[in-house]
């Protein structure tokens, strides 16, 4: 929370100080939207994602192990200082690429993984590709709530921090009743 409040208050001095022509691009990729794409960034998002998820999906079963201590891991051969390295490098890929086309929308990588994993349980091997469609599947519904609530597009990021706010704050509270039912 501290850090996050450091960086929105040095986000509020940049707002504050830019040109008030250029105010409304910080405040769309702020706010994430997909009303500016277009197929040519379609390409680019593409081809970046593909970059990022194939080997990700590739290495999947590899987060099962890496789930286990280092140790044990390394006992079944897979080096899990270096997965982790691979991993974090292929999905900052992915999120970023898609992140310079429609900015900010955030609690969708928070969220859906945690649907996805209270309906199909922790093996990556289905809740990796599971969790990619569950994630395209919510942002094809945010955006399409985000373009027909009023008569001007609402920016995607709103609609998924409405539904996303509420979720951590429902899900402690669903993990404590099933902590006590069993």
Aim: charged fraction near 15%.
């Amino acid at each position: 929370m501290i850090v996050s409040a450091f960086f929105t208050s040095l986000v509020s001095i940049v707002k504050f100080l830019v040109d008030p022509h250029k105010l409304q691009g910080i405040v769309f990729w702020l706010m994430g939207s997909f009303s500016l794409s277009d197929w040519r960034s379609f390409r680019v998002v593409l081809t970046g994602v593909i970059f990022g998820i194939l080997p990700l999906m590739l290495m999947r079963w590899r987060l099962n192990v890496m789930s286990l201590s280092e140790e044990e891991a390394l006992a079944l051969g897979v080096n899990a200082k270096r997965d982790r390295i691979l991993f974090i490098l292929f999905s900052t890929l992915a999120v970023a690429v898609a992140t310079s086309v429609c900015g900010i929308i955030g609690w969708v990588g928070l969220m859906v993984p945690h649907l996805v994993r209270m309906m199909v349980g922790p093996d990556h091997r289905t809740l990796l590709p599971l969790s990619l469609f569950g994630g395209a599947a919510f942002m094809i519904t945010a955006d399409t709530v985000s373009r027909t609530l009023t008569a001007f597009d609402i920016p995607v990021g709103i609609i998924t921090a409405i539904t996303g706010a509420p979720f951590f704050v429902y899900l402690p509270k669903k993990n404590k009743e099933e902590v006590w039912e069993r």
